[in-house]
C-alpha cells in the first residue's frame, strides 16, 4: 500500500487538527489501517488503528478521548480527527497499514510514506 498523509501544520494548545491519509493498493482492501507519529529524539509510537469495517478501534492511552480515528472505502481513505491538542502531540504523524498483531500490539513492518508534522505550541 503506498501511503500520503496529509493536514498536519502548527495549532495552539486545546485546538484541532484533521489528518487525511490517500491509500491505493490491492491490500488496503480488508486491511487494518492506522496511524504512528515520532516526536524528535524519540522512537515512533502507535497512536489508532481502524479495522476494515471500522467496528474496531484502538487508541493509545495518550490519546484516548481526544482522537478519533475514522476511514472510507470506497475513496481509500484514513482520517484522523486530533481534539485538545497539547504540546505533547507534537510529532510527525504517519499512516500506516496494514498492520499486524505482534505481541498484542499492532506493528507496521513499513515501507513508511511521507508523515505530515504537526505542532501543538503552548
Known amino acids: 500500500v503506498q501511503l500520503q498523509a496529509s493536514g498536519g501544520g502548527l495549532v495552539q494548545a486545546g485546538g484541532s487538527l484533521r489528518l487525511s491519509c490517500a491509500a491505493s493498493g490491492r491490500t488496503f482492501v480488508g486491511s487494518v489501517m492506522g496511524w504512528f507519529r515520532q516526536a524528535p529524539g524519540t522512537e515512533r509510537e502507535f497512536v489508532a488503528s481502524i479495522s476494515w469495517n471500522s467496528y474496531g478501534t484502538y487508541y493509545a492511552d495518550s490519546v484516548k478521548g481526544r482522537f478519533t480515528i475514522s476511514r472510507n472505502n470506497a475513496g481509500n481513505m484514513v482520517y484522523l480527527q486530533m481534539n485538545s491538542l497539547k504540546p505533547e502531540d507534537t510529532a510527525v504523524y504517519y499512516c500506516?497499514?496494514?498492520?499486524?498483531?505482534?505481541?498484542?500490539?499492532?506493528?507496521?513492518?513499513?515501507?513508511w510514506g511521507q508523515g505530515t508534522l504537526v505542532t501543538v505550541s503552548s
Open positions: 500506516a497499514g496494514p498492520l499486524a498483531l505482534r505481541d498484542s500490539n499492532w506493528y507496521y513492518p513499513g515501507p
